[in-house]
């Protein structure tokens, strides 16, 4: 049975192309024939507008102009770090190439998408923001309305990243959710949305990074060759509290600090965190194997905290609308106590280590409750 999956990926962003790769790597592992859709993100240099690929959804001036000028101030800065970026990109590429398997044709249009006759037995549209709402692209390709009719057509995973959709925008989510035959999403939140668009009942299941486990994820991970313990911070959303706090930990313990850039560009002035801008994704999972600790503000941060059994926060801004993607995962582990709000007091030393057990037993038994659905949304015999 050949599968496939279409997904934000080539974007060179840890969580995106770990997501990605670990649903096809997942799905290969159970004996299916999968592999990526290889049509770039719109994020990605080589994916090309075209009228079809205007947003259904008004994503208004102040977003558009983000869009823009963001991608600008990132090449600025790496610019005193030009080595590091080729580097960085270079791991990115690679890490692709030894571990995932995209498509032989390439999408460079949604047009393309549309027209091409693909020869799959199965449709998946993976995880990630895939359906988000503020996206200044069409979305219609992640709700698989480029797949024949009467091919089997199945999300999973996928979030929506927000907690509402524009009721401009109910009609056309209607429809397209509506077109697909088996509805899984990443968060709670997403379950409700679908019932509350289309009247459905959609999955509830685990981000694709949280179907391996870490030994999984060591086969393909570059390890970490630091040996003195450290925090590790991955942080998303500049965030002084989050420095603050690492700071006061790394005293209390006399722990290294950490931090891995989002970009290849350095974060912190003073020497008192080592920075890491070239990271790909394998040394991004090696860091993560290899921390004493970590502090993040990111989904994909938590849930490789969680997933490797680290003891962890995830501190959440209290402007952020979608602060709902983490604290509904932690909550459903048992773990809402490693949320901390900007501005709250700093815990103190009694209350830094968790215990995993429960959560470790509520993680297995929701990665096997999250496969049953992927097998079942498949149907057939899985056959290489």
């Keep these: 049975m050949k599968i496939a999956i279409i997904t934000i990926s080539k974007v060179n962003n840890y969580g995106a192309e770990l997501q990605s790769f670990a649903l096809q790597n997942v799905l290969v592992a159970l004996g299916y024939r999968a592999e990526i859709l290889d049509y770039p993100y719109y994020k990605n240099d080589k994916f090309k507008y075209t009228k079809m690929a205007r947003p259904f959804v008004t994503i208004g001036l102040k977003r558009q102009v983000k869009e823009l000028i963001n991608p600008l101030l990132y090449k600025l800065k790496s610019l005193p770090h030009r080595k590091a970026k080729l580097s960085r990109d270079r791991k990115f590429a690679e890490f692709h190439?030894?571990?995932?398997?995209?498509?032989?044709?390439?999408?460079?249009?949604?047009?393309?998408?549309?027209?091409?006759?693909?020869?799959?037995?199965?449709?998946?549209?993976?995880?990630?923001?895939?359906?988000?709402?503020?996206?200044?692209?069409?979305?219609?390709?992640?709700?698989?309305?480029?797949?024949p009719a009467r091919k089997r057509k199945v999300s999973y995973a996928a979030s929506f990243g927000v907690s509402t959709i524009p009721m401009a925008a109910h009609e056309i989510y209607r429809e397209c959710l509506n077109n697909l035959d088996f509805l899984s999403v990443r968060e709670e939140q997403g379950v409700k949305l679908v019932k509350e668009?289309?009247?459905?009942?959609?999955?509830?299941?685990?981000?694709?990074?949280?179907?391996?486990?870490?030994?999984?994820?060591?086969?393909?991970?570059?390890?970490?060759?630091?040996?003195?313990?450290?925090?590790?911070?991955?942080?998303?959303?500049?965030?002084?509290?989050?420095?603050?706090?690492?700071?006061?930990?790394?005293?209390?313990?006399?722990?290294?600090?950490?931090?891995?850039?989002?970009?290849?560009?350095?974060?912190?002035?003073?020497?008192?965190?080592?920075?890491?801008?070239?990271?790909?994704?394998?040394?991004?999972?090696?860091?993560?194997?290899?921390?004493?600790?970590?502090?993040?503000?990111?989904?994909?941060?938590?849930?490789?905290?969680?997933?490797?059994?680290?003891?962890?926060?995830?501190?959440?801004?209290?402007?952020?609308?979608?602060?709902?993607?983490?604290?509904?995962?932690?909550?459903?582990?048992?773990?809402?106590?490693?949320?901390?709000?900007?501005g709250d007091n700093f815990p103190d030393g009694t209350e830094y280590f968790p215990d995993f057990t429960q959560a470790s037993s509520l993680l297995q038994k929701k990665r096997e409750q999250s496969l049953k659905y992927l097998q079942e949304a498949i149907g057939g015999d899985s056959h290489e």
């Design 97 to 147: 190439q030894k571990n995932t398997r995209f498509s032989n044709i390439t999408f460079l249009t949604i047009d393309e998408l549309y027209k091409s006759e693909l020869d799959y037995d199965v449709f998946m549209v993976g995880s990630d923001q895939v359906w988000n709402p503020y996206t200044n692209v069409s979305l219609k390709p992640y709700f698989l309305t480029f797949a």
């Design 197 to 342: 668009l289309t009247g459905r009942d959609a999955c509830h299941v685990l981000d694709p990074t949280l179907l391996m486990n870490d030994q999984d994820w060591r086969k393909v991970s570059t390890p970490c060759e630091r040996t003195k313990p450290y925090i590790l911070l991955y942080v998303l959303t500049h965030s002084p509290y989050i420095t603050e706090l690492a700071k006061k930990m790394a005293a209390d313990l006399g722990w290294d600090l950490v931090r891995i850039c989002k970009n290849a560009a350095v974060e912190d002035k003073d020497g008192s965190i080592t920075n890491i801008i070239d990271a790909g994704p394998a040394e991004y999972v090696g860091l993560f194997l290899n921390a004493s600790f970590v502090l993040t503000n990111s989904f994909h941060g938590t849930a490789f905290s969680v997933n490797f059994s680290k003891p962890f926060y995830t501190i959440l801004p209290e402007h952020k609308p979608n602060n709902s993607r983490q604290e509904g995962l932690l909550g459903s582990l048992d773990l809402g106590d490693r949320i901390i709000k900007e």
